[in-house]
């Protein structure tokens, strides 16, 4: 069922503003991912726009400014773990993606300190 209620999370939380109620719903988002990260590795639509992964590094990147501690460093710990678990090629297949778009990878790698 949180596969399938995945992907439309991310979309509706992704334009809402950096405040509190965006935090609170980043944490909750966190507590799910750390008790079964294959919610986001095991999504489904492969590295595409259409999946799991790319729509929560998306999601990620679309703070304005970096989230506060603790959650700053959480989605940070869940970011290089995708990272790791894709592989440079296939994290830099996601990061090619955002190129052209607002929120530039580095934008993304800076925040979350991912250098």
């Known amino acids: 069922m949180l596969k399938e209620c995945f992907i439309p999370f991310c979309l509706s939380l992704h334009d809402v503003m950096d405040d509190e109620e965006r935090t609170r719903a980043f944490s909750g988002l966190v507590a799910v991912l750390q008790a079964d990260s294959s919610l986001v590795l095991g999504g489904v639509g492969g590295l595409g726009r259409s999946g799991h992964v790319f729509n929560f ?58 250098r």
């Open 57 to 114: 590094v998306s999601l990620c990147s679309s703070w304005n400014d970096p989230p506060s501690e603790p959650l700053l460093s959480q989605l940070s710990v869940i970011l290089r773990a995708i990272m790791e678990a894709l592989g440079p090629q296939n994290w830099q297949t996601i990061l090619n993606v955002f190129e052209g778009g607002s929120n530039k990878p580095s934008h993304l790698i800076d925040m979350f300190r991912l």
